[in-house]
């Protein structure tokens, strides 16, 4: 009894950190972690209320992200959410992909995505042709492990960049998958692909250091132990 327990948790265990863990299903996504998310913005507290832009400037601050530097600069927001951090950089063209734009623009009463310069209701891993060559900063904050195909994410990202452009990408790194963040990215295979992708990293840290306060006191988004946080240009 006790050994057929055994062998069926570490099914389960290998089921959920298979060595494809840059992929997962866009179905599934779409079902499971679209739904969640989508039922978790409509009800976030957080996001409501003026907090959550002193939060972003915390955050951003910490990252040695100024507002000023991005004036009159195009700058990629890539998962944006239903409240748009990047409102942020001062004077800065600010656009918006997100799946559930048109659903958070639609069920969402303080979404303030319509004050993007443009916003794209579409998963990263599609490529949007208008935006390559255009970005000078792409920025993403707590998102690429909730997606279903980081590689194609990192090349769009790479592809949008102007030739002098930087990328910022801050995610959570976990031990095992779940519904809501289907991808297990670890610092290993993250420098591997932004290396197969022509990015170079600049600079890498993990966790938030002074600002734990952030996640109540945690050095993540939330799920997992750390969050990953890189600084990237073209190589
Ligand atoms: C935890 S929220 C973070 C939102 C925002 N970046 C922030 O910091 O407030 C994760 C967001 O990632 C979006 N997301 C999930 N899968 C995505 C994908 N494949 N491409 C782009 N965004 C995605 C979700 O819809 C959700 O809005």
């Not at 297990?184 to 290396?195: A, G, K, Q």
């Amino acid at each position: 009894m006790l050994r057929k327990r055994t062998l069926k948790g570490l099914l389960s265990r290998w089921h959920k950190t298979k060595p494809d863990s840059l992929t997962y299903s866009r179905a599934l996504w779409s079902r499971q972690a679209q739904k969640g998310e989508l039922a978790f913005h409509k009800q976030d507290q957080k996001r409501q209320g003026v907090g959550f832009d002193a939060n972003s400037k915390f955050l951003f601050e910490h990252f040695g992200l100024i507002r000023e530097h991005f004036r009159g600069c195009t700058v990629i927001d890539l998962g944006a959410g239903s409240k748009l951090r990047t409102k942020y950089f001062d004077e800065a063209q600010v656009i918006a992909i997100e799946p559930l734009a048109d659903r958070f623009l639609d069920e969402v009463p303080w979404c303030d995505l319509n004050v993007a310069h443009a916003v794209y209701s579409q998963p990263a891993e599609h490529r949007i042709e208008a935006l390559i060559g255009c970005a000078d900063l792409v920025i993403s904050i707590n998102v690429l492990d909730h997606c279903y195909n980081f590689y194609q994410i990192i090349s769009n990202i790479r592809a949008y960049l102007k030739p002098d452009g930087v990328a910022f990408l801050s995610f959570d790194e976990h031990k095992y998958r779940d519904s809501m963040h289907p991808l297990i990215l670890s610092d290993e295979i993250c420098h591997e692909v932004f290396r197969d992708n022509g990015l170079a990293v600049s600079r890498h840290t993990k966790g938030f250091g002074n600002v734990k306060w952030i996640a109540k006191g945690r050095e993540s988004y939330g799920h997992g132990d750390f969050c990953l946080n890189y600084w990237l240009s073209s190589a």
